[in-house]
């Protein structure tokens, strides 16, 4: 049996891999390497013409796996991805379109914000979690920091230029729930498919909150 649809996506794990899969024939061993690591959310993005089949395969084949879609960018990416098997979507930006597919999917998603006005926008529109992109870039977390004290209801999911040195810090927040980044999957250990190095650097990313919470 797959593992339960997610009520949040937040709190599974103290940080979602962002997941760009080449090779489908990759996808298994991989996810595998992460659930085994303590990472069971594992957001797979729309980037590669493998994206959906990799999503499938691991829906498939790794049961504790919460496998989900990103850098989704249309209501047939949404249809697509949810048919494959994600059990949740994650957007890069959002429009009224798109979010309206997303709400209407079944599974839970985390549209992009990287400002004041767009975070207040999804409020608006009953949406609470979010994810923050590109973070690093768009004032990292000294502006996540900034907005907690006006719109502590809204709680977010970092991504973009977050490392193992800086993830603690975003941890640190109180409206950040988990942070999304790719530094556990280096693309050489992926190359060699060596999956014991990336259970190794997930189990260190699923122990980033301790002592900061």
């Known amino acids: 049996m797959p593992a339960a649809l997610p009520a949040s996506v937040l709190d599974l794990a103290p940080v979602l891999p962002v997941v760009v899969v080449d090779d489908a024939a990759d996808a298994v061993p991989l996810a595998r390497a992460l659930v085994a690591g ?86 608006e529109r009953g949406v609470r979690e979010m994810k923050f992109f590109p973070a690093q870039a768009a004032g990292g977390t000294a502006y996540l920091r900034s907005l907690a004290g006006p719109l502590p209801q809204a709680r977010f999911c970092p991504t973009g230029g977050i490392g193992p040195d800086t993830a603690p810090d975003y941890l640190a927040l109180p409206n950040v729930g988990c942070v999304g980044g790719s530094w556990m999957l280096p693309a050489d250990a992926v190359a060699a498919r060596d999956w014991g190095r990336v259970e190794r650097l997930a189990r260190e990313a699923a122990t980033l909150t301790a002592g900061v919470r």
């Open 38 to 123: 303590g990472l069971p959310a594992i957001e797979v993005t729309l980037r590669t013409p493998a994206a959906l089949e990799s999503i499938r395969a691991i829906a498939g084949a790794v049961p504790d796996a919460v496998v989900g879609a990103g850098t989704v960018l249309t209501p047939g990416q949404v249809a697509e991805s949810v048919a494959a098997g994600a059990r949740f979507l994650v957007s890069p930006g959002w429009t009224d379109v798109l979010l309206e597919a997303m709400r209407g999917a079944g599974v839970p998603f985390l549209p992009g914000v990287s400002t004041a006005t767009e975070v207040v926008a999804l409020l």
